[in-house]
């Protein structure tokens, strides 16, 4: 059983069948070459991995989580899949308070709408705007969004894993009489309507990882936002990704009627919030392991244990991973963008 390739994305897995699957994953150790997680930085190599499956796992493994309890004495539940960055203190009033384990997300998400262009334009429309979000995992940022920063819209949330989409049915959407809508699909094939949303939000979405290059997934990807928008309405767009490639997706964006309006670079403060968040990151992973019997099989379960530790931590770019490296050296450079669909 190999977890970095073999789970769905139609699938929530529950906690008895993540038992199994880790187990699984454990023992086949006996017959491994090679490890493909690094036990130096937690790196796994792009040819090693299936995001279908990682997110799968990550979503199963939250939702099998629940409530936990942060390095504060916090309890919450894991929702944000969302590295995120400290407020900067240039954009005014921080909308997230030290003791909420999650304000890093949460930061993220009101980023995207505090662009002038953007306030301005919900303004005009008495707030009544409609959201598209590609890729919004749980929807907890939806949820964030529709209850703090834009609190008159309507919002659809989109993302292909099955257990995040389940998350926010549960979680979020009961909460919101109508205005959130969660939707299970590939955003390189939604099906939405055409110019229908004032606003597409992207946050954090696994897409444009190809270091200087756009794939085929990212064409389709923007492609499908160009079309969901209304002309002049705006794609808010966050993310940690190769420096090199921001350019090649402006030159994209802009190749198929997007206007670039605004560019922030928030690398230093997405830093500073993966030093803030690692001890919150240790006591979740900690519990994780603790969880799961796989990692007390004798002599393979402390190996495996290391693994999944390291793996995690680099998921999360926890300091002292590789992904955490590639943003101090600036190989990886975090940016909010703006881009509006010309007329
Ligand atoms: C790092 S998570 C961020 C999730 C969420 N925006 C948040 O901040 O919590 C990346 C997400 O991108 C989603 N994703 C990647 N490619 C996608 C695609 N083509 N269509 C829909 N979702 C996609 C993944 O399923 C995953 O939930």
Redo the contacts with the bound molecule.
């Keep these: 059983m190999d977890i970095l390739t073999a789970l769905s994305p139609n699938t929530e897995y529950s906690t008895a069948k993540l038992q199994l699957v880790l187990g699984a994953w454990v023992l086949s150790t006996a017959f491994e070459r090679k490890p493909k997680i690094s036990t130096d930085s937690g790196h796994v190599a792009e040819a090693d991995y299936h ?1 279908q499956s990682i ?1 799968s796992l990550l979503y199963s493994l939250y939702r099998s989580m629940g409530v936990v309890t942060s390095d504060r004495g916090e309890p919450y539940e894991l929702t ?3 590295w995120g960055y400290a407020w900067p203190a240039q954009w005014g009033e921080p909308p997230t308070t030290a003791a909420d384990p999650q304000r890093f ?1 949460k930061n993220a998400y009101t980023g995207l709408f505090a662009f002038a262009p953007v306030k301005e334009y919900v303004r005009g429309r008495a707030g009544r705007v409609h959201v598209v979000e ?5 929807g ?2 939806a949820h964030h969004v529709c209850q703090h920063v834009l609190p008159e819209c309507t919002y659809e949330a ?4 099955r257990a ?1 989409i389940e998350t926010c049915r549960r979680k979020f959407v009961p909460e919101l009489g109508g205005r959130l809508v969660a939707t299970h699909a ?3 094939e939604l099906r939405a309507a055409a110019g229908s949303a004032d606003i597409v939000a992207v ?5 444009t990882e190809q270091a200087g290059r756009v794939t085929e ?1 990212d064409r389709l ?1 923007f492609g499908t936002a160009h079309r969901l928008l209304k002309t002049g309405g705006f794609l808010v767009w966050g993310n940690a990704i190769p420096d090199g490639t921001w350019q090649p997706c402006f030159d994209l964006l802009e190749s198929i009627g997007m206007r670039s309006v605004e560019v922030r670079d928030v690398t230093e403060y997405a830093i500073l919030a993966r030093d803030q968040d690692r001890a919150r990151v240790d006591a979740y992973v900690s519990q994780c392991l603790e969880k799961f019997l796989a990692f007390r099989i004798p002599f393979l379960g402390p190996k495996k244990r290391v693994e999944a530790r390291l793996a995690m931590e680099n998921f999360y770019r926890n300091p002292g991973t590789n992904l955490y490296a590639n943003m101090t050296t600036r190989k990886d450079s975090y940016r909010v963008v703006l881009f509006q669909k010309a007329a």
């Design positions: 995001k997110y944000f899949n969302t997300g590609m890729g919004c995992g749980t907890a940022g989109v993302d292909m894993q995040a590939d955003c390189t946050c954090e979405t696994h897409v997934e990807f």
